[in-house]
Nanobody, 126 residues
Framework: QVHLVESGGSSAQPGGSLRLSCAAS????????MAWARQAPGKELEWVAG????????YQAPPAKGRFTISRDNVKNILYLLMDNVTPDDTALYYC???????????????????WGQGTQVTVSS
């Protein structure tokens, strides 16, 4: 059974940094593309970034470009999202998702597509 558990969400000031983690189990992690999605209050879900199983190739959605870095540890089965220079617009519930990366690049996120964790809350305010 696929199990994804996010952690690392907290409060931060604008311009600060956070690192989110997602512990994965129940499947061959290194064979699976993974992604981060988020949902801000009152807004739709949006993709943040995705990464192939090899950890070499990744995709950054517009919210992440130039500020966030997705990475993975295929020995520890952990997915990461390093968030730098955060702004109040980054306030959201962040989800770890096991999903085909093609869907990240071409489609809007849907909760019935892929396997989702429970989410970790990030709040950015001064």
């Amino acid at each position: 059974q696929v199990h994804l558990v996010e952690s690392g969400g907290s409060s931060a000031q604008p311009g600060g940094s956070l690192r989110l983690s997602c512990a994965a189990s129940g499947f061959i992690f290194s064979d699976s593309a993974m992604a981060w999605a988020r949902q801000a209050p009152g807004k739709e879900l949006e993709w943040v970034a995705g990464i192939y199983g090899d950890g070499i190739n990744d995709y950054q959605a517009p919210p992440a470009k130039g500020r966030f870095t997705i990475s993975r540890d295929n020995v520890k089965n952990i997915l990461y999202l390093l968030m730098d220079n955060v702004t109040p617009d980054d306030t959201a519930l962040y989800y770890c998702v096991k999903i085909d990366l093609t869907e990240v690049v071409t489609s809007r996120p849907q909760r019935d597509r892929g396997t989702w964790g429970q989410g970790t809350q990030v709040t950015v305010s001064s």
